[in-house]
């Protein structure tokens, strides 16, 4: 009886798949409308917010290799006088440090000079001239710490608030909860660029979707050359056939998701549609003929598409205009094991700029006050010497913040030697808090369902730093 019951049921099924095969404009049709438009809306998850809406949409200045907050944020001249004698083993005693363990251990002073700017007072360091005169747009958090000391868990850390892979990375709970303002370009965009030296590699997991829907995912552009590959038709392919084949595949596409519950199916609907218009919106982008030479001289920006920082934020600001929620620039060249001296002169060279240039353009456009800024890296580096260089460090860095929100100075501090965060730590879950709670969201209630748990961001910590906000 069983195996009868089986052969009905098969053959029943086998007719209902003819049926919606061949009634493209009937159930079918009417199913793959129903998800288009859930593939297609801009809307996340939140149709309410939990607080007023300081921030918009966020761009992630990721110092890759971990920035020394000794040589651009924080200045100590304690440290400066103990330079090259033994650091206090007070400090180190029983603490966990990357390659210096069981080393002699020397302090390392800075190299540079610092001194404050601005109204606020923020003291900076002279490496970096044109932050510095962006002084009152920063918001300069001395008291981060992080609980990983290697970079790619580290990176992890600060992208998902975990280790774990296949968590999703900020940017996507972003595109999750809020959506997107645009739907011809990716709501979250990632770019890389590389200096001469610390060029500690950055993978693609760390703009993942993870568990979520897969078109939270961040898209990678390319910062040289075609900003997507084979994005064009082939050759010998119009526009109008181009648009046929699209159509005809939702169609198909909507027929299989009557039989198949499942979200990815209207991702791939939502991102064939998206890859057609981006055929027309990339290459708008990604012109900047109509840039003047006045905006290009402001972000030392020698050739755009160049492959440089400078060009990527540019390009950056283009995006921002059009509705694109995160974006995250990763410059791949601060983890200064060795060349200290020259690597962080260099590598400021390459970014500084570029990075006052894109907050006073962002201003001039009226876009700053609600586009949140966050610069900063993995992790920081030791007051202690490696060699010609400095170790990773984790108990006390710094990253400053702009725009959206946040209310200009200075948060928190470390101790005499910039090992220890001793005055309002600051976690990178209350970072992720603080940034969603400007971005309208109450980090404790943007969760989904994973393994029995409801995953968030902030895994099960984080508090909103007040104090930083306007």
Same mark, same amino acid.
């Given at each position: 009886?069983?195996?009868?019951?089986?052969?009905?049921?098969?053959?029943?099924?086998?007719?209902?798949?003819?049926?919606?095969?061949?009634?493209?404009?009937?159930?079918?049709?009417?199913?793959?409308?129903?998800?288009?438009?859930?593939?297609?809306?801009?809307?996340?998850?939140?149709?309410?917010?939990?607080?007023?809406?300081?921030?918009?949409?966020?761009?992630?200045?990721?110092?890759?290799?971990?920035?020394?907050?000794?040589?651009?944020?924080?200045?100590?001249?304690?440290?400066?006088?103990?330079?090259?004698?033994?650091?206090?083993?007070?400090?180190?005693?029983?603490?966990?440090?990357?390659?210096?363990?069981?080393?002699?251990?020397?302090?390392?002073?800075?190299?540079?000079?610092?001194?404050?700017?601005?109204?606020?007072?923020?003291?900076?360091?002279?490496?970096?001239?044109?932050?510095?005169?962006?002084?009152?747009?920063?918001?300069?958090?001395?008291?981060?710490?992080?609980?990983?000391?290697?970079?790619?868990?580290?990176?992890?850390?600060?992208?998902?608030?975990?280790?774990?892979?296949?968590?999703?990375?900020?940017?996507?709970?972003?595109?999750?909860?809020?959506?997107?303002?645009?739907? %011809?370009?990716?709501?979250?965009?990632?770019?890389?660029?590389?200096?001469?030296?610390?060029?500690?590699?950055?993978?693609?997991?760390?703009?993942?979707?993870?568990?979520?829907?897969?078109?939270?995912?961040?898209?990678?552009?390319?910062?040289?050359?075609?900003?997507?590959?084979?994005?064009?038709?082939?050759?010998?392919?119009?526009?109008?056939?181009?648009?046929?084949?699209?159509?005809?595949?939702?169609?198909?596409?909507?027929?299989?998701?009557?039989?198949?519950?499942?979200?990815?199916?209207?991702?791939?609907?939502?991102?064939?549609?998206?890859?057609?218009?981006?055929?027309?919106?990339?290459?708008?982008?990604?012109?900047?003929?109509?840039?003047?030479?006045?905006?290009?001289?402001?972000?030392?920006?020698?050739?755009?598409?160049?492959?440089?920082?400078?060009?990527?934020?540019?390009?950056?600001?283009?995006?921002?205009?059009?509705?694109?929620?995160?974006?995250?620039?990763?410059?791949?060249?601060?983890?200064?094991?060795?060349?200290?001296?020259?690597?962080?002169?260099?590598?400021?060279?390459?970014?500084?700029?570029?990075?006052?240039?894109?907050?006073?353009?962002?201003?001039?456009?009226?876009?700053?006050?609600?586009?949140?800024?966050?610069?900063?890296?993995?992790?920081?580096?030791?007051?202690?010497?490696?060699?010609?260089?400095?170790?990773?460090?984790?108990?006390?860095?710094?990253?400053?913040?702009?725009?959206?929100?946040?209310?200009?100075?200075?948060?928190?501090?470390?101790?005499?030697?910039?090992?220890?965060?001793? %005055?309002?730590?600051?976690?990178?879950?209350?970072?992720?808090?603080?940034?969603?709670?400007?971005?309208?969201? %109450?980090?404790?209630?943007?969760?989904?369902?994973?393994?029995?748990?409801?995953?968030?961001?902030?895994?099960?910590?984080?508090?909103?730093?007040?104090?930083?906000?306007?």
């Amino acid at each position: 009886m069983k195996t009868l019951y089986d052969q009905a049921a098969h053959e029943l099924s086998i007719k209902r798949r003819a049926f919606l095969t061949n009634s493209a404009y009937g159930l079918g049709g009417i199913a793959f409308a129903s998800l288009l438009n859930k593939a297609n809306a801009s809307d996340g998850v939140l149709k309410k917010l939990h607080f007023p809406v300081k921030a918009k949409r966020v761009i992630h200045l990721c110092m890759a290799g971990g920035a020394s907050h000794l040589e651009t944020f924080d200045w100590k001249p304690e440290l400066k006088r103990l330079d090259g004698q033994p650091f206090p083993e007070s400090f180190t005693k029983g603490q966990q440090l990357a390659q210096l363990q069981n080393t002699v251990l020397k302090a390392r002073g800075a190299f540079c000079d610092f001194h404050p700017h601005g109204q606020t007072g923020n003291v900076i360091s002279d490496l970096f001239p044109h932050m510095a005169s962006v002084a009152d747009e920063l918001c300069i958090i001395r008291s981060m710490q992080t609980e990983q000391i290697n970079h790619d868990t580290a990176h992890a850390f600060m992208n998902t608030g975990s280790i774990i892979k296949g968590r999703p990375s900020m940017g996507s709970w972003l595109l999750y909860g809020l959506g997107c303002a645009t739907d %011809e370009l990716p709501g979250f965009v990632v770019m890389t660029s590389a200096g001469k030296t610390g060029q500690q590699p950055v993978s693609a997991r760390q703009w993942s979707s993870g568990f979520l829907p897969s078109k939270f995912q961040g898209i990678q552009f390319q910062s040289k050359g075609d900003a997507v590959h084979y994005l064009g038709n082939p050759d010998g392919v119009c526009q109008s056939t181009q648009r046929q084949i699209v159509e005809e595949v939702k169609r198909l596409n909507g027929i299989f998701a009557e039989d198949h519950v499942d979200p990815e199916i209207a991702t791939r609907i939502s991102q064939y549609e998206m890859a057609f218009k981006m055929q027309s919106s990339v290459p708008e982008l990604t012109d900047m003929s109509k840039e003047s030479p006045e905006t290009l001289a402001m972000y030392g920006v020698k050739q755009p598409g160049d492959g440089s920082f400078a060009s990527n934020c540019l390009l950056t600001r283009r995006m921002i205009e059009k509705g694109v929620r995160m974006v995250q620039l990763y410059h791949r060249a601060w983890d200064h094991h060795g060349g200290l001296v020259e690597g962080m002169k260099s590598a400021a060279l390459d970014v500084d700029q570029a990075c006052a240039a894109l907050i006073k353009d962002l201003k001039q456009r009226g876009l700053l006050e609600d586009t949140l800024i966050l610069w900063g890296g993995e992790f920081g580096r030791t007051p202690m010497g490696q060699g010609t260089g400095r170790d990773h460090h984790i108990l006390g860095f710094s990253v400053a913040l702009a725009g959206g929100g946040i209310k200009p100075g200075s948060y928190g501090s470390t101790d005499d030697l910039g090992y220890r965060a001793v %005055e309002n730590p600051v976690s990178v879950h209350d970072l992720h808090a603080t940034m969603l709670a400007l971005m309208g969201i %109450e980090h404790t209630r943007l969760t989904v369902k994973f393994q029995g748990l409801d995953a968030r961001l902030t895994s099960v910590a984080g508090n909103i730093i007040k104090k930083i906000m306007a």
